[in-house]
RNA sequence: GGGCUCGUAGCUCAGUUGGCUAGAGCGUUACGUUGACAUCGUAAAGGUCACCCGUUCGAGUCGGGUCGGGCCCACCA
């Protein structure tokens, strides 16, 4: 039974009772698809939000391009899952409960002890969960909720504990030592994008260690030269070449050192002498100097940000007052030669701003240039590098496998202990010296879990496989249940700014649990920019709640606004009134709706849909060819990821071909029913993964089935027809332009409603139109004559038909002008045939051009020629 | 410093491997409608496609350079 839809679309009405049905219909998980044994996975992960906070609008842009593709292919008849979760994000998340506590009750995490700290994360981590998952239903969003994640839940604490172990177990894990970003007053270890630069003066002191020393040293840092090993220069500098190789017992400030001159790139030569001190314990850029050369490696400062015990004089003193005691100390002997102010970069806590240590520290890494058997002697590496060369994973816009394999191939030892609390704990336990790796301690006595926890990245690494039951899923190699379904998944949607961050670690991850890629395709989107183009962050006060404008717009507008105009890799504007725009073209495709099926009865609405209803006259020839090739064009552009275009598309057609003329024809015209439920069910059909609301709305109006379900009609050898017809572009301009004619015509005179002419001059009635607008003959001979050929019209025919209507009505037209006009045409045309001619007649471009794309050009060049052919005519040439 | 990217109408952006008179939405103006449509329709105005040079029969599109935004990475010891 047919339900009278109201006036006005209101989303409010709708979109929560609609949700519940398709989630309570169970097709949101694909198990429950009725879909044949062999038919194709077609697999999302939705990149898990962090649960520091509530969505913004760059997550509605996520959800919405990852709902059309799924939604898409689900119609399809494809097996599709959307998995749902969310990551714990642990240094973000501690970071963001420490600072509530503290603001709150004055504690510190310190204070409250590890035990009661972790579970009021809990508590904070399942508030902001519900928001989230709140969030993300009210976008419409058709992800299977029965396997929905969390990236620290147990069945990932468990993949994780297992992961470290076989990657520790493979000699993959290691524990070893870098130089961390130390923060001496939090007392914790900084990641690299946790550390601000600031700009500062500083003082560069020029200097000799001693004076038997025959090179002179820059540094801001004099207290750190304690520890020096080796000083570097560029291996080009021509005033060291001499020095390079030899080792010097010098005695700095007090302190016996061997130092060692060695060569490296990375030393600048017009950088102050162009010789560089090197302290491997205390610069990252020393550190690998020093392993490069297996230099010794001093530590001088300790965690507390002193000067280490047994450098004399200078233990126990911070670094500020060494630094002034290094630089008395220096001037006394009369060594020191340049002291000059600079401006330079200082690395700072992003916490409490103090200036921030590097320091060595003992952390568990990744070894990604280990040879590994289970991948056939490469490694990690080096599977991610050849995954992207070799096209097995490609991104979108395609810049950016540049960035990613420039990324990689730069890629050192990946460290993935962090010093807090909050996190996947590391499977260590320590004694003294020993170390022992397993989920549970040894039996023995007296050995120490290890406190650290793991980098968040290494959980969401293993986010396409952990979710779909690894490790129960893999036994022996071989892939079971819901991994061999879904993994590897087909596409992997996600902002470019955590491509290294994310994707990269994803592909090592999976290369080495599995053996094989985690997804096919990487779509990458922008970052949706306010409306002056500023990032949107909560400091600036400037971001958008998705839910607010769910509320006042409609889910379905926002969907819209935020794929329309955004493409790959591009960032994108937001403004209200785009939003706005959307809304009212949703209300539109309501009112159409609306306006067909108060036209029809029920019995014509159950007419079968893939059953192309017979075209009587020219309009509705063309509003079927215009269909069916707007329906191929959909196809292609989602296939090519190409989503804005293809919302255009259909914008396109809904509104300016269906609405403005073949429903005004429609109004005149009777007997249209078939056509207008073709179109009605088709429209929706296409429309639905844009806007799955509306288009869902508006199908239970008449359906008792779901159309998230309702499969693309078969129409494919039908759409062939209809898209080589060449009456179906003619018929459209056709009648616009003999409208355009009589207005102009008739502009002393009072005017017909034009929209009246619309449609009676395109069909049988064109005889009434006709009557009561004698000063159109010439459109009326034309016309006659057009309704008395057989089967499609000529294209061409029309424009000369019209081109003659155009003249005679107006009478205006200038006979030596249009001459000109025609010229210059004739002149254009000339140019590009020639010029087709030499490039088809190039052999080049025969043998390397696509087969497609030199009959395209032949085919242009026919077209030319006859297009010429009509000027020289019309010329009397 | 290295790399990437963008510059098209007042604003936000399309422009599908170079092709006929460069498009859309919003905004502006005029007229007409208000029995599918918080309206809607028809039209108008508005662009040296940042600039220069080159390749080509032909450049918004390809190459080189200049200017101006944005992003990423590295980082001055």
Redesign the pocket.
């Known amino acids: 039974m047919k339900k009278e839809l109201a006036?006005?679309?209101?989303?409010a009405l709708f979109e929560d009772n609609i949700y519940r049905l398709w989630e309570d219909s169970g097709f949101f998980n694909p198990d429950n698809l009725d879909l044949p044994a062999g038919a194709p996975s077609y697999t999302i992960v939705l990149p898990p939000p962090n649960i520091t906070a509530k969505l913004h609008l760059g997550h509605s842009a996520m959800l919405a391009i990852e709902d059309l593709m799924i939604r898409y292919h689900r119609q399809n008849s494809y097996r599709a899952l959307w998995l749902p979760g969310t990551d714990h994000a642990a240094i973000a998340t501690q970071n963001m409960v420490e600072k509530k506590i503290f603001s709150e009750t004055g504690k510190t995490r310190h204070d409250l002890g590890r035990k009661v700290f972790l579970e009021e994360v809990d508590k904070f981590v399942a508030e902001t969960q519900a928001t989230i998952l709140h969030q993300i239903r009210k976008m419409g969003a058709s992800l299977d909720w029965s396997r929905l994640a969390f990236t620290l839940d147990s069945p990932r604490q468990q993949a994780v504990q297992r992961m470290f172990l076989d990657m520790y177990n493979e000699g993959v894990i290691y524990r070893g030592e870098r130089i961390v970003n130390w923060c001496p007053r939090c007392h914790s270890t900084l990641a690299?994008?946790e550390v601000e630069?600031k700009e500062q003066s500083?003082f560069?002191y020029t200097f000799k260690y001693d004076p038997n020393f025959p090179i002179a040293?820059?540094?801001?840092?004099p207290e750190?030269k304690l520890g020096d090993t080796a000083v570097a220069v560029?291996p080009k500098d021509e005033r060291y070449q001499q020095y390079i190789g030899q080792e010097y017992e010098v005695n700095f400030c007090g302190q016996d050192l061997r130092i060692k001159i060695i060569a490296d790139y990375?030393?600048?030569?017009?950088?102050?002498?162009?010789?560089?001190?090197v302290?491997p314990a205390h610069?990252?850029?020393?550190w690998q100097m020093a392993e490069a050369q297996s230099l010794p490696k001093i530590k001088v400062i300790n965690e507390d940000g002193l000067i280490r015990e047994g450098f004399g004089e200078f233990s126990g003193l911070s670094v500020i007052a060494a630094r002034e005691k290094v630089v008395a100390s220096l001037r006394n002997q009369g060594l020191m030669i340049k002291e000059e102010e600079?401006v330079?970069?200082?690395?700072c806590c992003y916490r409490c701003d103090n200036p921030i240590e590097p320091l060595p520290s003992r952390q568990w890494f990744i070894a990604v240039d280990k040879p590994l058997a289970r991948l056939q002697g490469k490694s990690l590496k080096e599977a991610a590098i050849a995954a992207v060369r070799e096209g097995e994973i490609k991104f979108l816009?395609e810049?950016?496998n540049?960035?990613y394999l420039?990324?990689m191939e730069?890629l050192h030892d990946w460290c993935i202990s962090r010093q807090i609390w909050f996190g996947h704990s590391i499977p260590a336990w320590y004694r003294g010296e020993e170390i022992y790796v397993g989920e549970e301690a040894p039996a023995a006595e007296g050995w120490i879990k290890d406190n650290d926890t793991l980098d968040t990245w290494f959980s969401s690494g293993m986010w396409t496989f952990s979710t779909l039951g690894w490790p129960d899923n893999f036994k022996d190699g071989i892939k079971t249940g819901d991994l061999t379904r879904f993994h590897p998944t087909q596409v992997l949607e996600t902002g470019?700014?955590i491509l290294?961050?994310w994707v990269s670690r994803m592909v090592m991850m999976s290369f080495f649990a599995l053996g094989e890629k985690p997804f096919s395709q990487v779509y990458l989107h922008g970052t949706i920019?306010d409306?002056?183009?500023k990032?949107m962050s909560k400091s600036k006060g400037n971001g958008v709640d998705p839910l607010e404008v769910i509320a006042k717009?409609?889910a379905d507008a926002v969907r819209l606004s935020l794929l329309m105009?955004?493409?790959p890799?591009?960032?994108?504007?937001y403004?209200e009134?785009?939003i706005?725009?959307k809304?009212?073209f949703?209300?539109?495709l309501?009112?159409?709706s609306?306006?067909i099926l108060?036209n029809l009865d029920d019995e014509i609405l159950s007419t079968p849909i893939d059953v192309l209803p017979e075209a009587k006259s020219l309009s509705d020839n063309w509003i079927l060819g215009e269909l069916l090739s707007t329906r191929k064009?959909l196809a292609?552009?989602l296939s090519?990821f190409?989503f804005?275009?293809a919302a255009?598309t259909l914008?396109?057609f809904t509104?300016?071909k269906l609405?403005?003329?073949y429903?005004?024809t429609t109004?005149i015209e009777k007997g249209k029913e078939t056509i207008l439920v073709f179109i009605l069910k088709n429209l929706l059909i296409m429309w639905h993964p844009f806007i799955p609301y509306v288009t869902e709305a508006i199908w239970q109006s008449f359906n008792n089935t779901l159309l998230m379900v309702e499969p693309w009609p078969k129409l494919a050898n039908k759409l062939d027809y209809w898209i080589n017809n060449p009456g179906k572009e003619a018929d459209f301009s056709f009648v616009?332009e003999a409208?355009?004619a009589i207005?102009n015509a008739r502009s002393e005179n009072k005017?017909e409603?034009?929209?009246k002419l619309?449609a009676l001059v395109t069909g049988p009635k064109s005889e009434l139109l006709l009557s009561q607008a004698p000063l159109i003959k010439g459109l009326r001979t034309g016309i006659e004559s057009l309704l008395a050929t057989d089967g499609p019209p000529d294209g061409q025919a029309i424009k000369v038909v019209l081109r003659d209507v155009d003249i005679y009505l107006l009478g205006a037209v200038d006979p030596e002008k249009e001459k000109a006009?025609l010229r210059?045409?004739k002149e254009?045309?000339l140019?590009?045939i020639?010029?087709?001619r030499?490039?088809l007649e190039n052999q080049e471009f025969i043998d390397r051009?696509?087969a497609?794309?030199v009959q395209a050009?032949k085919d242009?060049l026919a077209?030319?020629e006859i297009?010429l052919e009509k000027i020289r005519a019309s010329l009397g040439v």
């Open positions: 006036k006005i679309y209101e989303p690299d994008d630069y500083a560069l040293i820059s540094t801001t840092r750190t560029n990375n030393v600048e030569m017009d950088f102050g002498t162009g010789a560089l001190g302290t610069s990252a850029v020393d600079i330079n970069n200082l690395s816009p810049r950016f540049k960035r420039d990324w730069n470019y700014e290294t961050l920019l409306k002056n183009g990032k717009y409609g105009g955004a493409t890799g591009n960032d994108s504007r403004s009134e785009k706005e725009s809304r009212n949703i209300n539109k309501w009112n159409i609306r306006f108060n064009t292609t552009s090519d190409n804005s275009f255009e914008y396109d509104w300016n609405a403005d003329w429903l005004e109004k616009q409208i355009i207005r005017v409603p034009a929209r619309q006009r210059k045409e254009n045309l140019n590009l020639s010029g087709l030499a490039h051009a696509p497609h794309i050009e242009k077209r030319y297009e």
